[in-house]
Structures are given as structure tokens and as C-alpha cells.
């Protein structure tokens, strides 16, 4: 079972950037899907962005051009920097890991978001964007 730890959220305004961070403890092994997730009160938890590492990164449409997942494989962690952040990204911040690639739609490269899909998360991170 992974461990992981989110870190970096904060208040911000309007248009600033942030970056948040998931360490992992544990061997996410030579394939792994590590995903971000976001919850807003009242809503489910929706998914932001996912890294396969040997497959292609996914993002949400509500995020794509503005969030980009990465990994630093040396510190054995995800990060998740986020730019030009809007009201409507205030949520709980949520670091997922799977030790199989990240699932996908049938037969499309489509990443299915399932929460479901990942047996090990963290506690969480708070951003809140706010003028």
C-alpha cells in the first residue's frame, strides 16, 4: 500500500499559480497511474489530471492549457502546477496512485477519471481562489 502526502495549497487570488506536491512513499513500481482530484463542497470528486508513466498525461477540459502534471522520479513525487487559477478551481486538492497503468475510455485515449480506479489517496489540500 502507497502512502501519500498532498502539500502546497493555499488562498490566492484570481490569475496566480500554485504548485502542489504528492510525495509518495512505497514503490509505485514500473508501471503506475498517479492522478489529481478535486472536491468542492457540495460536488462530487471530479478529476483534474492523471500521469501514466509511460503513457500519456490527461487533464480535464476545465483545466487543460492551465494545469500541468509532472513527475520528479529522483523525490518520488507528483506535482501539479497550476496557472492562471480561477475562483471556480477552489476545491479539497486530492493525490490518487494506482500501481497499473491509468484506465481509459474503450478502446480511446480518453482517461475514465474513476476515483474508483485508485486504491491509495491522500488526506488532501485546500486551494482557495478568492479576490
Known amino acids: 500500500q502507497l502512502q501519500l502526502v498532498e502539500s502546497g495549497g493555499a488562498s490566492v487570488q484570481p490569475g496566480m499559480n500554485l504548485r502542489l506536491s504528492c510525495a509518495v512513499t512505497g514503490n509505485l513500481g514500473n508501471r503506475h497511474c498517479v492522478a489529481w482530484f478535486r472536491k468542492a463542497p457540495g460536488n462530487k470528486r471530479r478529476p483534474v489530471a492523471a500521469?501514466?508513466?509511460?503513457?500519456?498525461?490527461s487533464y480535464a477540459d476545465s483545466v487543460k492549457g492551465r494545469f500541468t502534471i509532472f513527475e520528479d522520479n529522483a523525490k518520488n513525487s507528483v506535482h501539479l502546477q497550476m496557472k492562471n487559477l480561477q475562483p471556480e478551481d477552489t476545491a479539497m486538492y486530492f493525490c490518487?496512485?494506482?500501481?497499473?497503468?491509468?484506465?481509459?475510455?474503450?478502446?480511446?485515449?480518453?482517461?475514465?477519471?474513476?476515483?474508483?480506479?485508485?486504491?491509495?489517496w491522500g488526506k488532501g489540500t485546500q486551494v482557495t481562489v478568492s479576490s
Open positions: 500521469l501514466d508513466n509511460v503513457g500519456p498525461t
Open positions: 490518487a496512485a494506482s500501481q497499473r497503468a491509468c484506465a481509459y475510455v474503450a478502446s480511446t485515449p480518453i482517461w475514465a477519471g474513476e476515483p474508483a480506479d485508485f486504491p491509495d
